[in-house]
């Protein structure tokens, strides 16, 4: 396919000054969803979607879209492209990747003057981490009609500002619906944010299918008291049970033979200080495995876990699981098309799933759809020094480029 190709130059710059918004120190870049940062990051990619030519809407959840109509009016759509709100102290690469990858692709198509039979749509999803807007991947999951859009727009930060009430803030609550359009499948580029790739040498993964996993928020609730007088005996301590919970998910989890995980990974206590018992405590519980009833069991493991430990302290307790989503596999003709397009690209690839989730997760239940990865340099992500070989994203991008133009030929 030597008419077309990846501007290098180009898909550089963009992304090294994409990545200055909201850029660490560390090297990181810290634009969660709906801040300033993420304003700022979605002002640049309806600039640089119009200076490509491409027809820019915002539907009612902030998702931007980038459409490119093909040579047949009726043909359905070839949606591809990722998220580009970060986590706390992220990573340059997650989700940036998959969205200015996309920018590039059907960039390039133009440049080259290559129509393809099918329109071309490229895509920014909102809220796809979920760290300040529980659950994550919502803009995904309101197009793909998962939640709906009243839900979403109730969610609520840690200071009680609302998802909706946010949007607006920043102007992109969009007027067009948040429904999918007639679609002929979905690509996603992304950063494979684990260690396999590397560790075969491998610079492009065929993503099979994503894990299923479950989000619970749980509250520990027992009785602030002076930590000096009051006897052991005498305690009802918030935070004890929570430490007796994440051993047990650690113990659940490190059971041999399963790919299952749990993390325990957001923890506020109240009220926090040195010399007060803890009263109350709510934390967060994320679980993990390619089997969905490796995933039930371990939920059921956990609610059974979380009463007990509320028992022996003599607490009350609050439990809500906030999220699931089923590993499902991914369209056997998509993950095909992208094996032969990482194979005309002349690349080293295998075949793997995902443990981390994507919008392509929601998508791929409305859409044959599949993914590409590319690796993650000592599998780091969700970290300021997430980092990936710039050659690979690269060839991320040209394997992209190929499966968008195999699926838009008729
Ligand atoms: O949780 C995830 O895997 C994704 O980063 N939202
Ligand atoms: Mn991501
Ligand atoms: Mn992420
Ligand atoms: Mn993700």
Redesign the pocket.
Known sequence: MADVTIDEQRFRQRFDEFNEIGATDAGGVDRPTLSDENKAARDTLVEWFREAELDVRIDEMGNIFGRREGRDPDASTVLFGSHVDSQYNGGRY??VVGVLGALEAIEALTDAGIETDRPLEIVAWSN??GVRFQP?MLGSGVYTGVFDLEYAYRREDKDGKRFGDELERIGYKGEDPCEPGDLHCYFELHVEQGPFLEQADLSVGVVEGVFGFSWMNVAFEGQANHAGPTPMTMRRDAFVATADVTKAVREITATEGTDLVGTVGSVDVWPNSINVIPERVEFTIDCRSYDNAVVDAAVERVQDEIAWAAEREGLEYEFEEIMRVDADPFDDECIETVAEAADEAGCEYTRLVSG???DANYLNKIAPTSMIFVPSVDGISHRESEYTEWEDVVTGAEVLLRAVRKQATA
């Open positions: 997650d989700g796809e981490e994550d981390a989730g994507h």
